[in-house]
T-cell receptor
Framework: NAGVTQTPKFRVLKTGQSMTLLCAQDMNHEYMYWYRQDPGMGLRLIHYSVGEGTTAKGEVPDGYNVSRLKKQNFLLGLESAAPSQTSVYFC????????????FGPGTRLTVT | GENVEQHPSTLSVQEGDSAVIKCTYSDSASNYFPWYKQELGKRPQLIIDIRSNVGEKKDQRIAVTLNKTAKHFSLHITETQPEDSAVYFCAASKSQGAQKLVFGQGTRLTINP
């Protein structure tokens, strides 16, 4: 049982390049989330999904897109990377309904030059 | 939307002493308040949470108190140990539907031997 995994662990992009971050969970969780964490700040929600085929915007969605084609996977895309998107990205998942523990992945450190 | 303020940003205590971290929230509809511990380079991990229908919850050396009227909640760690050194984040959300956590800015706790 791997829990929540993320690929890649590290990535360096040039401004304007695109990439996709993959999150996978094997806990059969309905809800999945993408956060970003900047130095000296808490995590901020980018997008989330309450089920396969559904996504919604969080607190800081601009410049990102997401897809949830399979229940176990949640993809975060950057179409045209900007230096302001340099951050550590965390994926998380929870069971549906109520106040349940969010399980986080190990994070992806992204640098945009 | 919800806004969570966390204080202090850094806290240094002697091993064996107690540590207290405080958070305030703005949205009276928030009813779920988790606390996460994040060690350097690691993922956030839930250490304790509280729902708005209780005022206090304790788990061994860790306790959380909630004052709904004043809209603030606090983390208390007693008999601190070196392994308690980490960054601690509070968060708030509504428990209905997707758990869209809004995080505080974090407190770097250092336990001095």
């Amino acid at each position: 049982n791997a829990g929540v995994t993320q690929t890649p662990k590290f990535r360096v992009l040039k401004t304007g390049q695109s990439m996709t971050l993959l999150c996978a969970q094997d806990m059969n969780h309905e809800y999945m989330y993408w956060y970003r964490q900047d130095p000296g700040m808490g995590l901020r929600l980018i997008h989330y999904s309450v089920g396969e085929g559904t996504t919604a915007k969080g607190e800081v969605p601009d410049g990102y897109n997401v897809s949830r084609l399979k229940k176990q996977n949640f993809l975060l895309g950057l179409e045209s990377a900007a230096p302001s998107q340099t951050s550590v990205y965390f994926c998380a998942s929870t069971k549906a309904g109520g106040a349940n523990e969010q399980y986080f992945g190990p994070g992806t450190r992204l640098t945009v030059t | 939307g919800e806004n969570v303020e966390q204080h202090p940003s850094t806290l240094s205590v002697q091993e064996g002493d107690s540590a207290v971290i405080k958070c305030t929230y703005s949205d009276s509809a928030s009813n779920y308040f988790p606390w996460y511990k994040q060690e350097l380079g690691k993922r956030p991990q839930l250490i304790i949470d509280i729902r708005s229908n209780v005022g206090e919850k304790k788990d061994q050396r860790i306790a959380v108190t909630l004052n709904k009227t004043a809209k603030h909640f606090s983390l208390h760690i007693t008999e601190t140990q070196p392994e308690d050194s980490a960054v601690y984040f509070c968060a708030a959300s509504k428990s209905q539907g997707a758990q869209k956590l809004v995080f505080g800015q974090g407190t770097r706790l250092t336990i001095n031997p």
